[in-house]
């Protein structure tokens, strides 16, 4: 499979330039992460996107076994910041993606563009008090985004205060003017919309979710081998969800994978990217 044009910048952002697009973030529900990909390998890569579209007769995507599909998570700049956008805690989270979801509008057809939604409700949030959202949504446009390329539309403070709703005329509403450097990071109890594109050529956006796996001060989860085979020989979903995390286990293909990995690291010594199992 072709690679991912793509590259990232790799200079994290500073201290304050950090703490200055969280309280953006807390403030507005959303915040326009700059400069997060090389601008130079957009391009190419938008065009790679184009070339893998596929219809599976409920819209276009991209094959979801492709690497583009995730590539833009590696963005180290989106990384650093998901900790702090996820918890106010001295032991950060580790952010865990969820979900990704591809939106795609071409020939026009506007069909599969959201109206107002939040994607999630407000998660025990009576008042309008801040608290930190569960999950956030890192989005990228691929383009520099106008008035006719679909910009996504966003009520400003709608995520910690429910009364504030897009059905309130009076409300502002902000346009979402990422570059195609950008993402877009986003509090998910926010309103919010996709616009359709009026200009030619397709729309690409892609979203992930991504939640916080709390960190029990502990620098690792710990499964122990009875958690393992309860997990393992779980009889409803659960039990599997309960003893192993939210992800379907690992299928025939993964288990071939993994061995396969196991037999050439052990062969050449290389880091083996695994859990240790708890011995206590
Ligand atoms: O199309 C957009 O601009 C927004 C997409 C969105 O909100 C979603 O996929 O949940
Ligand atoms: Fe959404």
Redesign the pocket.
């Known amino acids: 499979m072709e690679k991912p044009a793509l590259e990232f910048i790799e200079e994290p952002y500073s201290q304050n330039e950090v703490k200055d697009m969280m309280a953006e973030f807390r403030d507005k529900g959303y915040v326009i992460l700059p400069d997060v990909l090389k601008r130079e390998t957009v391009d190419p890569f938008r065009e790679q996107l184009e070339n893998s579209l596929i219809n599976r007769g409920m819209g276009y995507t991209i094959p979801h076994e492709s690497p583009h599909y995730i590539h833009c998570t590696y963005a180290p700049r989106g990384r650093q910041v998901l900790p702090d956008a996820l918890s106010h805690s001295q032991a950060k989270p580790k952010p865990c993606l969820h979900t990704t979801?591809v939106?795609i509008q071409k020939d026009g057809d506007a069909s599969y563009?959201?109206e107002w939604?939040k994607?999630r409700e407000p998660d025990g949030m009576p008042g309008n008090d801040y608290h930190y959202p569960m999950d956030v949504?890192l989005a990228f446009y691929f383009e520099d985004i106008t008035d006719e390329h679909?910009p996504?539309l966003v009520m400003p403070g709608s995520h910690r205060d429910v009364s504030m709703t897009p059905f309130c005329e009076e409300l502002p509403v902000d346009t979402i003017y990422c570059r195609k450097q950008d993402a877009l990071l986003i509090d998910q109890r926010t309103w919010?919309?996709?616009t359709p594109r009026t200009a030619e050529g397709t729309r690409f956006?892609i979203?992930y979710g991504i939640y916080a796996l709390p960190f029990y001060y502990g620098h690792q989860a710990h499964m122990p081998v009875s958690q393992r085979n309860a997990w393992i020989h779980a009889t409803n979903s659960n039990d599997r969800v309960f003893f192993g995390g939210p992800f379907a286990p690992p299928d025939r293909q993964a288990w071939n994978e993994i061995g396969k990995e196991l037999d050439e690291k052990e062969k050449s010594d290389a880091p083996l990217v695994t859990y240790a199992r708890s011995n206590y």
Do not use: E, K, M
């Open positions: 979801i939106v563009i959201p939604h994607d949504f679909g996504t919010h919309r996709g956006l979203v």
